[in-house]
């Protein structure tokens, strides 16, 4: 059943991402809620989607395939920083997809069973859709309210990090 439920996730999340990318569905929504509040919409619907894909992911068998210990979490303790940073100060969705690149990258490594290899390697090839659409970022608006953002969205995801996965990403 777990499987299954891992499987139902990446639908829901991937029929999440694709269907509101057809222009007709996409004006259909932004007729409705704005375009405010369609992207307020749809981000929330993302988090949670993303949710419960880590937790079904977190949930199925664990199937080894490798293992790199200390050194693949201070991998993703190293790429995080630089991703949370790059989606707060990069203009447009390119940043936030490059971010999304980064994080799935290092996960991908740290994380060497089955279900993650196939949540971060599904992810990172979801990213690396976005980023050929968007293009990489280019205009960067550093400003102290964005450092800001970002040193307290990874200072969250550090404690919010146990409450999602079950375990601290500190080495």
Do not use: E, K
């Not at 059943?1 to 990446?10: G, H, P, Q, V």
């Not at 990318?21 to 619907?45: D, E, K, V």
């Not at 979801?126 to 307290?152: S, W």
């Amino acid at each position: 059943m777990a499987w299954f439920t891992y499987l139902l996730a990446w639908l829901c999340f991937l029929g999440a991402h694709i269907l509101p990318m057809r222009p007709a569905m996409r004006g259909w929504l932004i007729a409705r809620l704005g375009r405010r509040g369609y992207i307020a919409g749809f981000s929330l619907l993302s988090l949670l989607l993303l949710f419960w894909l880590i937790r079904a992911a977190g949930a199925v068998d664990h199937l080894p395939l490798w293992d790199f210990g200390d050194a693949g979490r201070w991998l993703v303790n190293l790429a995080m920083p630089l991703a949370i940073l790059l989606a707060a100060v990069a203009a447009g969705l390119s940043g936030l997809v490059a971010a999304f690149a980064i994080w799935a990258s290092a996960h991908l490594i740290a994380n060497g069973d089955v279900a993650h290899v196939l949540l971060f390697g599904g992810m990172l090839v979801f990213a690396l859709g976005g980023l050929a659409r968007a293009g990489l970022p280019r205009n960067l608006q550093v400003t102290p309210l964005r450092l800001f953002l970002a040193i307290g969205t990874w200072a969250g995801l550090i404690l919010l990090h146990p409450l999602v996965t079950g375990f601290s990403p500190l080495p």
